[in-house]
């Protein structure tokens, strides 16, 4: 899965997680989304459970153009988010 420009749900199947799950995920996303400006983190939102990077740029930083993040952002936000998922499920036995 890729993040492109104008992305309307750059992870469609968070509809189905823990609202806490996705949180998560979001905070992670914008963490590891390099900063220049800040321009990229200000302008990734969370829309209910869309991740939304709405900036020019945002398949190029997630296809790994920058050396702060080499693999982007999506691929190691969907491999910690069955931590994440898991985790919130823990707390709820």
Known sequence: MKVTNNTSQTFT????????AVKRAYDYFVAITPRRS?????QTKLDKTTIDANYP???KLD????PKAPQG???PTMKKLTGF???EIKKIK
Do not use: F, H, I
């Open 13 to 20: 199947d968070m509809s189905k997680l823990p609202a806490k």
């Open 57 to 59: 740029y945002a398949s």
């Open 38 to 42: 800040g321009n990229a983190r200000r």
């Open 63 to 66: 296809d790994g153009y920058s």
């Open 73 to 75: 952002m999506t691929e």
């Open 85 to 87: 998922v898991q985790e």
